[in-house]
C-alpha cells in the first residue's frame, strides 16, 4: 500500500471514529488531537481497526507515531507496504 | 374523599414530578403517546434480529441525534441513547433553567431489566468474524456493559456531577426507579432527581429465544395484534425497547419555582414473592397493593385506575387478576388498564412509561383502555375492566401503577393529582 493508499484507509478510519468532524480541512503536519475531538478510547480505535482490517499490529509503546497523519503515514508505510488496499 | 398521609408531611417531604420525558413504540412524547392510547394506536411492528430470525417487536422511532452527536451514539448504547433522550426531554418539559442548574445536586436513577446482553452479543458476533480472536474485542466493551451504563451516558450528556446510577429490578425497574429518586430526594442526597427506566432488549436475541423457548413469546400475523393481555388467546410477550424519564423534586422546591405539577407519590411499595423464578405469586402482589395504600393512607375506592402490569402471558395475566380482585374487592370506584397491549413490554421501562401514558387522565378524566382483548379470558374478569373504548371517568385523583419482574420482585407506586398547582 502506497502512502497516499494508507492516507485514504486512516481518513476512512477517522470518519467512522468522529463522524461529526469536517475531515476535509485537516493539516496532515498537525496532532490530530489539536484539530479534532479526540481521545484516548478514540486513538484504540484507530489500532483496532488497523488490526482487523489489515492484521497490522501496534506494539503500545509505538501508539504515540500516531499523533498525526503524517507520522501516522511514516509510521506504516513499511509495515503496511505488502498489503493492498 | 379521604386526603392521602403525606398532605400531612411538610412540603420538603413530599415528592412531585414536574417533567416526563418518553420514547415509547407509538410516541415520542407523552403528547403523542396519550393520543395514541386514547385512539388504540399499537407500536409493534414486524422486526428481524440475527440467529432468532422473522418476529415482531415494540420498536422506538424517537430521534436519537436530536440530543446526541454522531460520535456519542457510535460510542454508547442504544439504553444510554433511550436514557438521553428521555432525560433532556423530561427538562425540556420541566422548565427547569438547565444552564443554571446546580448539576452536582441532581441524581439519576434509572431502573433496568437487564444490561449488557446487547453489547456482549455484538462483540461476540464481531469476534466470530476473526475466527475469536479475542484481541479484536473492542476496548469499549466494559463501559458499554457495565451495569451503571445508562444513567452513566445520562450525567455525561447532561454533566450531572451528582450520583448516577441504576437500579437492576427486572420489570419492576421503572417503578424502582421513581421510588428511589423520591427516597433519595427525602434524604437530601439530590435536589433534583431524573428518575424512571430504559430497555434496549430487541438488540438481544436472547430475550426472544429464551422468551420463546419458554412458550412465552406472542405470535400473531398481525403484528398490532399480538400484545393480548386478558383475552382467551393471549400467548405471550411482545417484547419492547423504550424509556421514560422524570424530572422529580420536593413539592416545596417544585412550588416556589412555580413548576408545572404531574402528581405526587403518595404511595409505593416494593416486596417478593419468593417463591418461584418466573411464576408470579398473587398473594405477595396483592400484599404489594395493600402496603403501597396503607402507606399512603389510602383505602382501594380511592383508586381511580390502576394501571396493570400484564403481559400477555397465560398465567401472569390470570394470576394478576386474582391479585387485584381480592386487593380491590368492593371497590365500585376503580377502573383497570393496561398499556402493554399497544406497545408490547417495554421490561425496565414499563412501570415508568405506563404510569405516563395514565398520567393526562388527572386532567382529560379519561381511562384508556387495554386493546386486543377480543374474546375475555373468565380467568382475566375485573370489575371495570376499560376494555378496546376509552372510558370517562369524571373527575380521576389518583392512580396506581402495577409493575412485577422475574425472581418475584413486586413494585407498586401511586400518585396523586394535586390540582395541577
Redo the contacts between chains.
Sequence with gaps: MAPEEIREVIIEILG?????EDLGSLDDAVAFREQL?LDS?DF??IV?EL??RYRVQIPEEEYGQLASMDSTVSYLTPKMAEIAK | MIASKTSQLDDAQRIVITGVGLAAPNGDDLGQFRQALLEGRSGVVPYEIRYFGKTIAGVCNFDALRHQ???EL??GTRAGSIGIYCANEAIRDSGWDWANVDRSAVGVYIGITEHGNVETETEIFLISG?NYDT??W???HNPRTVANNPAGEIALNLEITGPHYTLGAACAAGNVGIIQAAQMLRLGECDLALAGGVSESIHTFGIFAGFASQGALATHEDPTKASRPFDQNRNGIVVAEGGCIYTMERLSDAKARGAKIYGELVGYAINTDATDFVLPNPERQAQCVAKALNRAGLNPEDIDIVSTHATGTSNGDSLECEALRNAFRGSQRTHFNNTKSYIGHCMGAAGALELAGNLPAFQDGFAHPSINCDQLDPECELPNLVLEQPRELGKVRRILNNSFGMLGINSVVIIEDLGGH
Excluded: G, N, Q, T
Design positions: 467512522d471514529i468522529a463522524p461529526d475531538e478510547m484504540l480505535d483496532m488490526r482487523k | 452527536k454522531r460520535k457510535r460510542r476473526y484481541s479484536v473492542s476496548h469499549h
